[in-house]
Nanobody, 125 residues
Framework: QVQLVESGGGSVQAGGSLSLSCAASGYSRGCMGWFRQAPGKEREGVAVIDSDGSTRYADSVKGRFTISKDNAKNTLYLQMNSLKPEDTAMYYC?????????????????????WGQGTQVTVSS
């Protein structure tokens, strides 16, 4: 049974930084990523990391967010810098085991099988 548990959300002023973590249990290497959903909006991809360590980012976060993972700890991270009010959302960790992130420029939400419960990020102006 794969479980993903996010932590690290909170409130910050614009321009600040936050770091999210996602502890994965029962999970084998594959594709992992972060998605987010703002109130009244659809869930959107933020960043993914493939089994070989390659990364992909949404255009809206390129240069500001960094995704990484510690395979020994089975933990996924998202370092968020220069945060903007429009980054306010519930952030979700997602994973798919054994298979990579595919050939899309960014894998769709439907590609991921396992999801965490989410952690709230609020950025005030």
């Amino acid at each position: 049974q794969v479980q993903l548990v996010e932590s690290g959300g909170g409130s910050v002023q614009a321009g600040g930084s936050l770091s999210l973590s996602c502890a994965a249990s029962g999970y084998s290497r594959g594709c992992m990523g972060w998605f987010r959903q703002a109130p009244g909006k659809e869930r959107e991809g933020v960043a993914v990391i493939d089994s070989d360590g390659s990364t992909r980012y949404a255009d809206s976060v390129k240069g500001r967010f960094t995704i990484s993972k510690d395979n020994a700890k089975n933990t996924l991270y998202l370092q968020m810098n220069s945060l903007k009010p429009e980054d306010t959302a519930m952030y979700y960790c997602a994973a798919r085991a054994y298979i990579g992130c595919g050939t899309w420029s960014f894998p769709p939400e439907s590609w991921f099988i396992y999801w965490g419960q989410g952690t709230q990020v609020t950025v005030s102006s």
